[in-house]
């Protein structure tokens, strides 16, 4: 098994982006990509793994109530030179 590490951009314009990432992929970190000024997560995968799974991430702004059950924190980033500040949590499956 051969891992390697893909960038997905998440949409900041939107509280909800769905992803479809291999199955078993570890998200790594969330950060601002210094070239496009968009927020990105950074996920380490099986470069094999031809299964892929819808992932939910969304965006919540600082100062913003929001139900945090069923969620997994991943990190917090800044855009607009931190004009704005989002922190992503993953949406779980879990019951």
Known sequence: MQKIIYKYELNPYHALTELSIPI???VLCVQTDGKTDCPCIWALVDKDEEYLEERVFGII???VPFNEERTEYIGTFQMGGGHFVGHVFEKLNKY
Do not use: Q, V
Request: hydrophobic share 15%; net charge positive.
């Open 24 to 26: 078993g992929a570890k």
């Open 61 to 63: 702004p600082t100062g």
